[in-house]
T-cell receptor
Framework: DAGVIQSPRHEVTEMGQEVTLRCKPI?????LFWYRQTMMRGLELLIY????????DSGMPEDRFSAKMPNASFSTLKIQPSEPRDSAVYFC?????????????FGPGTRLTVL | AQSVAQPEDQVNVAEGNPLTVKCTYS??????LFWYVQYPNRGLQFLLK??????LVKGSYGFEAEFNKSQTSFHLKKPSALVSDSALYFC????????????FGPGTRLSVLP
């Protein structure tokens, strides 16, 4: 298996622009998590899905952030409009609930820089 | 609510010496406990986990961790450190009764000096 796939790996954009981050989970995994990592705040959970349904979005910082999972093999995290304070590394992680593994597997991350 | 503490921001150890990276946790129910490692410009990689059973858990790259329920700790250990072990280490907890949400600690940067 190719593991969790994220794209793009790097994104540089200007303040006010829309940014879309993408994630393809490991095949067969039914839960997907979006995290943000910064030096100041460490690793923060933004939102997670189970069977394509958002379960907990309490970590989403504000309405500028939205996430979707239209099917079991694809998810997006969108920021509109982007701001410099959104600069961070965004990770997607997936696991299989109920399978006994209970382990999240992380993608390589997307490094976002908002100028 | 779940929480994880990693009391040391940085741990320095000489190559060949044993290493310990500390983790304490707080959950309302029974915990699932995890260690992840992050190398520069990479995602987090799973090292090991405690779900149930033997308190001493062995994982990847020669690492092990001991679950201590009375001290609510899950310290990561390795008998002989390698320079290549230098990385950022995260402890995480999940409450078995609280769904899938992981709570990660702030991370401990391990530097193994040659």
């Amino acid at each position: 298996d190719a593991g969790v796939i994220q794209s793009p790996r790097h994104e540089v954009t200007e303040m006010g622009q829309e940014v879309t981050l993408r994630c393809k989970p490991i095949s067969g995994h039914n839960s997907l998590f979006w995290y943000r990592q910064t030096m100041m705040r460490g690793l923060e959970l933004l939102i997670y899905f189970n069977n394509n349904v958002p379960i907990d979005d309490s970590g989403m910082p504000e309405d500028r952030f939205s996430a979707k999972m239209p099917n079991a093999s694809f998810s997006t995290l969108k920021i509109q409009p982007s701001e410099p304070r959104d600069s961070a590394v965004y990770f997607c992680a997936t696991d299989f609930m109920g399978g006994g593994t209970d382990t999240q597997y992380f993608g390589p991350g997307t490094r976002l820089t908002v100028l | 609510a779940q929480s994880v503490a990693q009391p040391e921001d940085q741990v320095n150890v000489a190559e060949g010496n044993p290493l310990t990276v500390k983790c304490t946790y707080s959950v309302s129910g029974n915990p699932y406990l995890f260690w992840y490692v992050q190398y520069p410009n990479r995602g987090l990689q799973f090292l090991l986990k405690y779900i149930t059973g033997d308190n001493l858990v062995k994982g990847s790259y020669g690492f092990e961790a001991e679950f201590n329920k009375s001290q609510t700790s899950f310290h990561l250990k390795k008998p002989s450190a390698l320079v290549s072990d230098s990385a950022l280490y995260f402890c995480a907890v999940r409450d078995k009764n609280y769904g899938q949400n992981f709570v990660f600690g702030p991370g401990t940067r391990l530097s193994v000096l040659p």
